[in-house]
Every structure is written in structure tokens, then in C-alpha cells.
């Protein structure tokens, strides 16, 4: 599979000094997919020989790199989380220089804040407050509905990065950047005919309660876990990318 986005030297710096070690491959499916019967197709996804194969998950709190294969029975529910995906422009994120997160005089500096620890993720920014700290006023600049749009997540998950190792930027920008280009790996779009507007055909789930060969997908449960399973019907093709949050003190 061709992921041009994370591949890029760019996006590869940013992940590389954010400390994200993630994994993302993709598999092909000959059934036709329905929405409705998604925890079965997730099951037969996770059990599928290609999948545990060439799947990897980090196996124990503190591991970085997911590294360990994804191999055994999965449990008798998948237990998943279906995610939005409308956003196609990344105006969906001007509220954040709109609301004053960032400096006004064109560089998009990030605005500091007296610096705070929450569920093991360091706040150090009206950014961070605004994305994970639901006592700040800042918090409201994205209600519950967008908090449920993959790009969110994904933007979310690259802000905070991987934990203590992570180089926070001082600048927005290349949050901005690296999440589109990931954002286009993840999800495909056509164009509606007859509305001539470009949309979303992607399903995509976040895999949460999850146990595979008597071991739980992600070690520790946290909120910055990412477990995204991308379905694009049309071409019957998914993609799975993971990213176990390694918990502040490691």
C-alpha cells in the first residue's frame, strides 16, 4: 500500500520528533460492506490470516514501537466506537486562531498556560487545554459532534504525540500540515454528482475494548489510544492504523 502522506520526508520528521511510533497497514475484502453488520466484518477483519500476519500492536505498557503481531482468538464482542467523517477542508480547524489558542500576528504561535498534568497528558498550551481539559473554557471550541470527526482525533493525537518523548511544536502549523497529509492516507473521497461537492466515503471505527489471543489490544486504556479501522466500500479496501498510548511516565 502506498501511504504518500506518512511516507513524505516531512510528516516522517514531524512523527519521528513527536515520538509517534504507529502502525498502519491496509488489506483487501471481497464482501460487500454494510454499516449495519460492522462488528462482524471488524471480527472477521481481526481473525483474518493477512491481518494477524501483518498487523502489530505493542504488547505491554511502556513498549514504544508496536512491534508484537497481532495472533490468536479475538474476543466474543469488538467493542468499537463509529467516528464521523464529514470534514473535508481544514477550515474546520480556524476556530482555533479564531478563538485567540494561537498569536494574531500571522505566525500561529501557540499560547502557553501554567502547566498541568491530566490522565498522564501534559497541558502546556490553550491547545491542549481546549482538546483534552473539559474544566477549561477553552474546551467548548469543539462540542461533542466534532469531537467524533476522525480528522479531531487524528489532529488530537498528533498534538499530545507520544507522551513524555514527545517535542511539542511551537508553532500550529505543523499540526495542520502532518493531519492532512495522514488524514488523506486514511480516508477516501469522491465527488457528489449531484451536488458537485467533494465528500467523505470512508466508515471508520475506533477499535476500544478489544482482547486478541487472551491480550488486550491497547495495554492501558486512554483516551489517546488510536485504533482506527478505515472501510472504503467502493473499493473494498480497509486501513489500520494504531497507536497505543505509552502513559507519562515512561
Not at 510528516?11 to 511510533?21: A, D, F, L, P, S
Not at 477483519?45 to 502489530?56: E, W
Request: with cysteine; proline share 3%.
Amino acid at each position: 500500500a502506498n501511504f504518500s502522506g506518512l511516507t513524505s520526508k516531512e510528516v516522517k520528521k514531524h512523527t519521528e520528533k513527536w515520538g509517534i511510533n504507529y502502525h498502519i497497514s491496509r488489506y483487501r475484502f471481497s464482501e460487500p460492506f454494510d454499516p449495519v453488520t460492522k462488528d462482524i466484518f471488524l471480527k472477521d477483519l481481526l481473525s483474518s490470516k493477512d491481518f494477524q500476519q501483518f498487523a502489530c500492536r505493542t504488547s505491554a505498557r511502556g513498549q514504544r514501537k508496536p512491534s508484537s503481531r497481532i495472533q490468536g482468538k479475538i474476543s466474543s464482542t469488538v467493542g468499537c466506537e463509529t467516528l464521523k467523517s464529514t470534514v473535508t477542508s481544514m477550515s474546520f480547524f480556524d476556530r482555533i486562531q479564531d478563538a485567540g489558542l494561537v498569536s494574531s500576528n500571522g505566525e500561529c504561535k501557540l499560547r502557553g498556560c501554567f502547566e498541568d498534568v491530566i490522565d498522564g497528558m501534559t497541558i502546556n498550551s490553550l491547545l491542549r487545554k481546549a482538546l483534552v481539559d473539559e474544566d477549561s473554557e477553552q474546551y467548548d471550541l469543539f462540542n461533542e459532534e466534532d469531537r467524533k470527526e476522525v480528522i479531531f482525533r487524528l489532529f488530537r493525537h498528533l498534538v499530545f504525540g507520544g507522551g513524555s518523548l514527545c517535542q511539542y511544536e511551537d508553532f500550529l502549523t505543523p499540526y495542520l500540515d502532518t493531519c492532512k497529509a495522514i488524514y488523506k492516507d486514511m480516508v477516501s473521497v469522491f465527488r457528489n454528482k449531484n451536488t458537485g461537492k467533494i465528500e467523505v466515503k470512508s466508515h471508520v471505527y475506533q477499535l476500544n475494548e478489544v482482547v486478541i489471543g487472551g491480550t488486550p489490544l491497547f495495554p492501558e486504556d486512554h483516551e489517546l489510544n488510536v485504533g482506527f479501522v478505515s472501510v472504503d466500500s467502493m473499493r473494498r479496501y480497509v486501513t489500520f492504523y494504531y497507536f497505543a498510548w505509552p502513559g507519562a511516565a515512561w
